[in-house]
């Protein structure tokens, strides 16, 4: 075991671990105690269970039967119930909600409008994330704005309210907002945050909302405080971005702080912990390893101990839940269950699916992502489906609530309270079978061998007739895996990001299959899941592309598809790159790579057009742009400078749309383009500058030439991050292509980047750009083409962009 020293600060601190998500809270007993309500996040206990019901005494079957249902606006707040009450929050037109219901009717009760809403960040809806606190005959919210506020439970009614923002001077956590859900003990209401003075946390009485006590040194973004008992002492664990407290909740007391980051990252602020009461503690991270940690008291201190690890739950934000001696919870989208003692992986299912579980009395309750409600025994033996209904159509991102034996559940567009029924039975829908193409000559000859004794013969010869994999048939796509597979999968651009399906495989032989129809020039890559585990390309197909550095797919060109020749070696004279550093009063040493075509003469009296290409690592190394400058300069486009732009603030959405736009705007316009002006023989004039980005990148180049106008005069974007938001930003800005004139050109892919779970759709938002821009009297170029996302697709259309923006004269 590998042991560690924690610095104790107070000699009757214990050891506790853990960081929120930007959804999720930390847990922290074995089995909570049964309870009418649900009055905080994860219920009483913070670990989402409820035992000593009498729902499933007696009975073998059940069914779902929905009370009541109600529309509610977007968010992600989850649903609180306590004395008949049922509060939660929304957004709606614009502005953030808390709701309050009668929760035996649905019948609405009250509204309070908490301001303006957050719009939502990387795709996610807008609305508030935090879940409400009920207690003490009132609500508690936080709104993601950095509203806190006390209502009266009964009639909406303000007690108290500050601003965390403008009252306190917190510092609001970038991206999603204020997301922490308080904590309450006795009289105390608990609320993490940055605050001004550097304290990790403070405490209010919830009855006047004065403050009570700070505590802690750290930063704080996305995580709440956790209340347990540890060593038969009350402490509330607050966790930061780099370090974890325990805390005195009577007094603020620091107990005990164990640093555990050396510095913030989003994995810092993706923690979750399960303290069981005893001296174990289980961490859980976003993108890392779940950890058994053994706490234990000596002469200098406290020193923790890695008893065990396991990769079986991780990339997902989903908190597992504990039964007897086993945990539950996902691993990617498969549900999963380890061994409390061991960390060993019991078993891995495809069902119930991505969702959110809590656990009654040892069933599984879990609500997926596409707004199914399953129910399911929590066995080490495997997971099997005893009933599920569909009660939403559109996402849901909140784990349901349980309440006067009943389940509280939202969507992003409803909200219901479901029962829990005997022998009382529901009917899914029949879905479609995806992966098969019924009709097609492929799919009749895999029937015919399913009823053939001769199997492994049939799909021999069938194999060795084949050109290429997979199969093409007209705009008909059949992917084929053979080999040893208990499960075999495939994810693909067409399927949509973070989701994969499984393949059909021929009864008795190790034959997989998958089809799907797709365009005749269409281009996309994919790759095969093994056991549930294994990622691996298409060993019929040698064709794979670099999609990221390193990371390799394999490809699948239609016939109609061509490689642009622009992206070979160039046959004639090439131009160089100079890789630039230099001081900035501001901003200290500043680095970009700047592309100078074949014959450039600093000396000389031509002047270049120039474009500045902000996503500058990812479009030289994998964009191959300097081969296609060298192919198309002289012949296609205008030899023309290309300024490689390198992130000062790590780049993507913080530094080009997020809390860093601002500073990287000023980094670019106040210091790059003087300095490339002053130094090179460029062409001053606007309508010779362009600014070349994609998607974070490609909203930069647009926010940079609307909010200082006269900077740039052409555009290229690329599969650019588009919403509510962006537009929110633009839009003050935006005086119409007769004030700003604008040579704009705008191209992505049909299967860009679409995450069917999360609500993100490139594609859908550059067509509401695309008419965006035209409704301001732009003329766009570009379009739509049948390919993925990244530079392996992205690249295929430089050329394009680049002949569309500075043609030769």
């Not at 601190?13 to 809270?25: A, N, R, S, T």
């Not at 680095?591 to 120039?610: A, C, F, S």
């Not at 997020?658 to 790059?672: K, P």
Request: a negative charge.
């Amino acid at each position: 075991m590998r042991t560690t020293a924690i610095r104790l600060v107070g000699r009757n601190g214990i050891w506790g671990f853990g960081i929120l998500c930007l959804l999720v809270l930390g847990l922290w007993a074995n089995e909570s105690k049964t309870e009418s309500d649900w009055p905080w996040w994860r219920g009483h206990g913070n670990d989402a269970v409820v035992n000593g019901l009498d729902l499933f005494q007696g009975h073998e079957n059940f069914g779902f039967r929905i009370r009541w249902k109600k529309p509610l606006g977007s968010g992600y707040s989850g649903v609180s119930v306590a004395g008949g009450m049922a509060v939660t929050m929304f957004e709606s037109g614009g502005q953030d909600y808390m709701i309050a219901y009668d929760a035996a009717s649905g019948e609405e009760r009250w509204r309070y409008r908490i301001g303006d809403t957050h719009l939502g960040r990387f795709g996610s809806a807008d609305g508030p994330i935090s879940t409400p606190l009920i207690g003490n005959g009132m609500v508690f919210g936080l709104g993601p704005n950095g509203h806190l506020f006390a209502l009266d439970v009964y009639s909406g009614k303000v007690r108290w309210a500050h601003h965390l923002v403008e009252d306190m001077a917190v510092t609001p956590p970038q991206i999603y907002g204020f997301t922490t859900s308080p904590v309450r003990f006795e009289n105390t209401l608990i609320v993490p945050g940055s605050y001004a003075d550097g304290s990790a946390v403070c405490a209010f009485d919830m009855e006047s909302g004065k403050v009570l006590w700070k505590a802690g040194k750290d930063s704080v973004d996305f995580q709440s405080a956790v209340l347990t008992t540890l060593n038969g002492r009350t402490q509330v664990l607050v966790p930061g971005t780099t370090r974890l407290y325990g805390i005195d909740p009577q007094t603020g007391t620091v107990l005990w702080e164990y640093q555990h980051s050396q510095q913030p990252s989003f994995s810092s602020r993706n923690l979750n912990p399960i303290a069981l009461g005893d001296n174990r503690i289980y961490v859980k991270k976003l993108n890392g390893k779940f950890k058994a940690i053994e706490i234990t008291e000596n002469e200098s201190g406290f020193s923790v101990a890695e008893t065990w690890e396991t990769r079986d739950l991780q990339r997902s934000y989903v908190v597992p839940v504990l039964h007897q001696e086993n945990f539950y919870g996902l691993n990617g989208r498969f549900f999963s269950c380890f061994s409390r003692e061991t960390g060993e992986a019991l078993w891995k299912s495809r069902e119930p699916g991505d969702g959110f579980p809590i656990l009654l009395d040892g069933h599984l309750v879990t609500l997926t992502k596409n707004g199914i409600l399953h129910l399911g025994k929590a066995s080490p033996e495997g997971y099997a489906d005893l009933t599920s209904i569909k009660v939403f159509k559109d996402l849901a991102w909140t784990p349901p609530s349980f309440a006067g034996g009943v389940v509280f559940v939202r969507s992003h567009g409803e909200i219901a309270a479901v029962e829990i029924v005997p022998d009382f039975s529901n009917t899914l829908a029949e879905t479609q079978t995806v992966g098969r193409l019924p009709g097609s000559a492929f799919d009749d000859w895999v029937i015919s061998v399913e009823k053939a004794a001769g199997k492994k013969e049939m799909i021999d010869a069938f194999l060795a007739k084949q050109a290429r994999f997979p199969i093409i048939d007209g705009t008909s796509v059949h992917f084929i895996y053979r080999g040893e597979a208990d499960e075999m999968a495939m994810t693909s651009e067409q399927i949509g990001a973070r989701m994969d399906h499984p393949m059909h495989r021929i009864a008795g032989t190790d034959f997989f299959h998958y089809s799907a129809q797709l365009e005749r020039d269409a281009n996309i890559t994919y790759k095969y899941l093994r056991n549930t585990v294994e990622w691996i390309d298409d060993s019929l197909n040698s064709s794979t592309v670099e999609i990221w550095p390193g990371h390799f797919s394999s490809v699948l060109n239609m016939p109609e598809w061509q490689e642009p020749g622009y992206l070979r070696e160039a046959a004639g004279p090439a131009g160089r790159v100079e890789k630039v550093a230099f001081h900035s009063e501001k901003y200290d040493t500043l680095r970009m790579d700047i592309y100078l075509p074949p014959g450039y003469d600093p000396d000389g009296e031509r002047r270049y057009p120039v474009a500045y290409q902000i996503n500058g690592r990812g479009a030289q190394e994998l964009g191959l742009m300097n081969r296609t400058l060298d192919n198309l300069g002289g012949a296609t486009i205008e030899p023309t400078i290309v300024v490689y732009v390198h992130p000062r603030y790590g780049g993507w959405y913080i530094e080009y749309v997020g809390d860093y736009r601002d500073r990287f705007l000023d980094f670019l316009t106040g210091e790059i383009i003087p300095y490339v002006d002053a130094n090179y023989r460029t062409d001053a004039n606007p309508a010779s500058r362009a600014a070349l980005g994609t998607e974070d990148g490609a909203f930069m180049a647009l926010y940079a030439a609307h909010k200082v106008p006269g900077t740039f005069g052409k555009l290229g974007l690329q599969s650019a991050t588009w919403g509510e938001l962006e537009k929110t930003l633009v839009e003050p800005f935006l005086k119409g292509a007769a004030a700003m004139p604008l040579e704009i050109y705008l191209d992505w892919g049909t299967y860009d980047y679409i995450s069917p779970q999360e609500g993100s759709d490139v594609p859908e938002d550059n067509r509401r750009l695309a008419a965006f821009l035209r409704e301001a009297g732009y003329r766009i170029s570009g379009k739509e083409h049948h390919q993925g996302s990244g530079w392996n697709c992205w690249r295929n259309r430089t050329g394009l962009m680049l002949t569309a923006l500075f043609p030769k004269k």
